[in-house]
């Protein structure tokens, strides 16, 4: 069938988070499996035109009139990516913003225009389109606008973080020109605001999110973002499908990141690689010593409250160990940064690299023994899975898609890959982190099976990209 994907960002291309790695992952999976796919995306000015070729010309109409814009395309990978040229997106420096904290003032109307672009290209296009398949909250007004323009197509809206919803004032739904409808808003009466992800679930045929558990999560007050009660009534068509990894770039056995390749079957790179990392980073180079590592944005939802604040600073406490070791990644939240820095003073186990690099990433998911990932919410998580793939066993919190990839050793020690806090808390982080350390150096012979399970996961496109085929079947049949 033909399928196209709405995206405001799509590996390689553009990105800013983990949504463009699932278009740039998820839509050559599908076209392995003999679907037609384009993914549909603003051309935004950082993009290399190089291999690109002109396309449809067109008008959409906006409160201003008929707005002319553009198209160019590239194949890669039998995915046909489709850019969408206005000066909205050619002529800025970022996708959303200029800096992550510095969103552009008319991002209701670029993405309106985006959104109402979207049957308009598929006109001007000919093409014969069975599904569009629209993500996250810049794609969200895609349904109403093809339902508005009475094209008769399936769609899907799928949520990647619901807590981004694409939020703004009523009265910038005046800029596209159209009537919306009520349903589109949130919010109590005399407050009412435009809410584009709201947008994609009120009219969507099918809802998806990227983890059977976070799917579940989402239906209760605490996680619902204020949603849960419409994702409540939507439950039969809201299906959790499992993000994939992709298994090139993050492979222990060819990683282009570090020399040190090691697969399933002789783990000898990764012991080397951890010797490397501990000497250049200042630890002390002892393999009995079990290495930690986190690389995440330094924030609250990645659990750093719990890991500093609070009576019960509980990083400060492990530390004091001289059988932990703690390598994190990352930037973020300044106040945070500041007290990792200032622990860091005081304890030599513990490093801290405020920055980011593809290098020092997949070395330290490479090296470390475990990878550290007290998360609020997750949902579905990457790092678990490459953490996974590399034989460096995760310490998580069960929510959302780290519920759904790893099992507990506590538990289930004949079939686990990790070890998971029930809740999250500094007693919590405190009690995994030790279960490990024991586990790592009582349990040599238990350790090496689990590290053997966690490298032998399926955490591949394949299956996932199966259960959207299906997902899609069934409302082509329907």
């Known amino acids: 069938m033909n399928i196209l994907m709405v995206s405001s960002e799509a590996v390689p291309f553009s990105k800013s988070g983990g949504l463009a790695d699932v278009l740039g992952s998820l839509s050559p999976a599908l076209a392995k499996k003999g679907e037609v796919v384009r993914v549909f995306m603003p051309m935004y000015s950082f993009i290399d035109r190089k291999g690109f070729r002109k396309g449809p010309r067109f008008t959409v109409p906006m409160l201003n009139g008929e707005v002319a814009v553009s198209t160019v395309s590239r194949k890669l990978d039998g995915v046909e990516y489709v850019g969408l040229e206005h000066p909205y997106f050619t002529e800025r420096s970022g996708i ?200 995440s944005r330094i924030a609250d939802q990645k659990g750093y409250g719990e890991l500093l604040g609070g009576n019960h600073p509980v990083l400060e406490e492990l530390l004091y160990q001289e059988n932990f070791q703690l390598l994190v990644i990352g930037t973020g939240d300044k106040h945070y940064e500041e007290k990792l820095k200032e622990a860091e003073k005081r304890h030599d186990n513990l490093v801290v690299n405020i920055a980011f690099s593809s290098v020092t990433a997949h070395e330290a998911e490479g090296a470390a023994d475990f990878f550290l990932m007290p998360s609020r919410y997750e949902p579905c998580g990457l790092n678990q899975m490459y953490s996974l793939h590399y034989g460096t066993l995760p310490v998580a919190h069960r929510t959302g898609g780290l519920a759904d990839t790893i099992i507990d050793i506590t538990a289930n020690p004949s079939t686990g890959t990790g070890f998971l806090m029930e809740d999250l808390s500094s007693e919590s982080i405190s009690d995994a982190v030790n279960r490990a350390i024991r586990y790592y150096k009582e349990n040599r012979e238990g350790m090496e099976k689990a590290i053997t399970r966690a490298m032998t996961v399926d955490l591949s496109w394949d299956k996932s990209a199966g259960e959207y085929i299906e997902l899609y079947n069934t409302l082509s049949k329907g």
């Open 96 to 295: 959303y913003g200029d800096t992550s904290f510095t969103p552009y003032a008319d991002n209701a109307e670029r993405f309106m225009l985006f959104a109402k672009a979207v049957p308009y290209y598929l006109k001007a296009a000919e093409w014969n389109c069975d599904i569009v398949h629209c993500h996250d909250w810049t794609a969200g007004l895609v349904p109403f606008y093809l339902k508005d323009c009475q094209m008769k197509v399936h769609t899907v809206f799928t949520i990647h973080n619901l807590a981004y919803q694409g939020d703004f004032s009523r009265f910038d739904t005046v800029l596209g020109g159209d009537r919306i409808p009520e349903e589109v808003f949130s919010g109590p009466a005399g407050g009412r605001r435009l809410n584009m992800l709201k947008a994609g679930l009120e009219l969507a045929d099918k809802i998806t999110t990227v983890s059977p558990t976070y799917a579940e999560e989402i239906q209760t007050e605490r996680y619902g973002c204020g949603l849960d009660w419409l994702l409540r009534e939507r439950k039969e068509d809201l299906k959790g499908i499992l993000n994939g990894m992709d298994m090139h770039e993050w492979n222990p056995r060819s990683d282009k990141f570090f020399p040190e390749h090691y697969s399933v079957k002789d783990r000898s790179g990764k012991n080397e690689l951890k010797a490397r990392v501990q000497k250049e980073y200042g630890f002390k180079e002892d393999p009995n010593i079990p290495l930690f590592t986190m690389i």
